[in-house]
């Protein structure tokens, strides 16, 4: 794909999911996202079983701070090591930009937790924006972008991506499900989570191709 083409497309949606965060916190604001929370319950409770709520239990884990912290610094640090300073700089970027963009947000509009049932123990922070639909979702995604371009010869290399996004959006909607978060809530983080994905991303791939363009243009010794 060419890079000019390519870049525009990752800006457009970056300014898409952008406005798309930015309605969400006008429903908010305005008082109308009442409707699609009480839709959103009366859904999980038509679809809830004791095979839905185990799985869900356990993949919400995946956007707990006790994972995903240790995680990012692991990934940091060895890929620092392994001379991959830039993709370091964009773990860091990804993951701490969102995570003090959602600290920020919560305590800005801090909207109680849903009372009534939850089937995870209640975390003590506020409810909207989902910290879980707004850091996992970029990280997980930036990181299987790294993973299918490193080994992008690879055939298994193509399914990398869409199965992060059916993780991560499993991942969101968990919060859901298990009460401990309003759709509004998540709707929102996942909206904002991928704008972020979408303009780290962007200036990555801008920094690679300033790379490219530096070594293209030294001269090649005889």
Not at 40 to 46: E, K, N, P
Not at 68 to 88: D, N, Q, T, Y
Not at 167 to 195: E, K
Not at 198 to 222: H, K, N
Request: with cysteine; glycine share 8%.
């Amino acid at each position: 794909m060419n890079g000019t083409v390519k870049d525009k497309g990752l800006l457009v949606g970056g300014i898409v999911f952008a406005l798309l965060g930015v309605w969400m916190f006008r429903q908010y604001i305005a008082g109308q996202v009442a409707g699609m929370d009480q839709a959103g319950f009366a859904f999980v409770a038509d679809v809830r079983s004791d095979a839905a709520t185990s799985f869900f239990q356990l993949l919400t884990a995946l956007g707990d701070a006790t994972i995903l912290a240790p995680l990012c610094v692991v990934l940091i640090v060895a890929f620092s090591v392994k001379g991959h300073r830039l993709e370091a700089a964009v773990i860091l970027l990804t993951a701490g930009g969102s995570e003090i963009a959602n600290e920020l947000l919560k305590r800005v509009f801090a909207r109680p937790r849903p009372v009534g049932f939850h089937l995870v123990e209640l975390p003590d922070s506020f409810s909207f924006p989902s910290g879980h639909a707004m850091i996992a979702p970029c990280f997980y995604l930036m990181l299987a972008f790294l993973i299918a371009r490193w080994y992008r010869e690879k055939s298994w290399s193509a399914y990398i991506q869409p199965v992060a996004l059916v993780v991560v959006l499993l991942l969101a909607a968990s919060r859901v499900y298990l009460g401990v978060h309003y759709l509004s809530d998540v709707l929102t983080g996942f909206c904002l989570s991928l704008c972020w994905y979408f303009l780290v991303r962007w200036g990555y791939e801008r920094r690679l191709g300033r790379r490219g363009a530096i070594v293209d243009s030294l001269p090649q010794s005889r």
